[in-house]
Structure formats: structure tokens, C-alpha cells
């Protein structure tokens, strides 16, 4: 909490919203153990973007397995998820499990994780506006007028600012939402 040398942004693996899955691909953790780490982790960095992987299609994974993690990650308080397709590797446990999933099937529940992440983006630039959480990050480029950074939280933020150089650091507030990102002042 005190120190100043953690982002507030996090990157965490979660795989699967079902336990099922989980005790499948032998993690160490359960969903609901996710869910107070995660609920500790907003508790001292509330404004912090929390990213997650997401795999579709793991083996074992039926339509209810499905929507168990795609009800679960639509409550969750999330940033974005980075999703991955599952494809059987020759040779691993996985490609060797019943219950493979059909490529189209992994295509459109990837396609709706996919979509949900873009929401739930969404959802968060609209919360860094509304409560003008200060933020930084490293002027990279000019894009349409604007210098462009990747802030601390994640979330990629535009400037117009011509006295600015590349590398130099950036900080503002957030002024709306823009393009993919925020404008900030």
C-alpha cells in the first residue's frame, strides 16, 4: 500500500472461472480464493486495473462450465482479459484429456470473452474519468494531434501538449473517454 514502486496495474492468471477446470489443469487455488485475493488486492489499490487471463475451450469445459466463468468474470471488478484460444499441444496431458472442445465452439466463446473484456474497458475508463484518478506514463508518440502513453493503470491516454518529447514523462487528469483510451489535461 505505501510503496511507490508498484503500479497500479496487476496481470493475474486465472485460466478458467470454473473449479472443475481448475482441479483439471491442477491449480493450487479456487475460485473463491481467487476472489478474495482479488477482493484484498482492490481493497488497497482501488483504482488499480486488474487484467486476467482467460483460456476458452479447455478440455472438459461444456456449456455450463462456460457460462459458470463468463457469469463470473462479468461480476467481477476487472479491466480487461486477455484471452486465449486452448489448442491441443501433441505430446501434453491436456491433448490426451476427454472432453476436447469443437474449434468453432472455442471460436465464439472466445469471441464473447473477447467482447465482455472490451466492456469491461469500457467500464473502467468511465471510472478513472468519473472519480479523476491522476494518471502517468511515458510520451511514446504523436497520434492524430495527440501525444500517446501508456499509463500506469494500463490504460492508453492522449495529451495534446507541443512542448512534450518523446520518452518524457506524462501526467494528467482524465478528461473523457478517446479513441481507445482517455484524454487527460
Do not use: C
Amino acid at each position: 500500500r505505501k510503496s511507490k514502486k508498484i503500479a497500479p496495474h496487476f496481470h493475474l492468471p486465472l485460466q478458467s472461472g470454473s473449479d472443475t477446470i481448475l482441479k483439471k489443469m491442477h491449480r493450487h487455488y479456487s475460485v473463491m480464493e481467487f476472489r478474495l485475493l482479488l477482493e484484498k488486492l482492490l481493497e488497497i489499490f482501488p483504482a488499480a486495473a486488474v487484467g486476467l487471463d482467460i483460456i476458452a475451450g479447455l478440455p472438459g469445459e461444456t456449456d455450463k462450465i462456460f457460462r459458470e466463468t463468463y457469469e463470473l468474470l462479468l461480476i467481477l471488478p476487472i479491466t480487461y482479459l486477455h484471452v486465449f484460444s486452448y489448442s491441443p499441444r501433441p505430446g501434453t496431458r491436456a491433448a490426451q484429456m476427454s472432453g476436447q472442445v469443437k474449434g468453432d465452439i472455442i471460436k465464439a466463446r472466445s469471441s464473447l470473452l473477447t467482447e465482455l473484456s472490451e466492456a469491461k474497458k469500457r467500464q473502467y475508463i468511465e471510472k478513472l474519468v468519473s472519480e479523476n484518478t491522476f494518471l502517468k506514463g511515458i510520451a511514446e508518440k504523436k497520434v492524430k494531434g495527440y501525444w500517446t502513453a501508456l499509463s500506469d493503470h494500463y490504460i492508453r491516454f492522449y495529451i495534446k501538449n507541443n512542448s512534450l518529447s518523446e520518452k518524457e514523462l506524462v501526467t494528467g487528469h482524465p478528461q473523457n473517454a478517446l479513441f481507445d483510451g482517455i484524454e487527460v489535461e
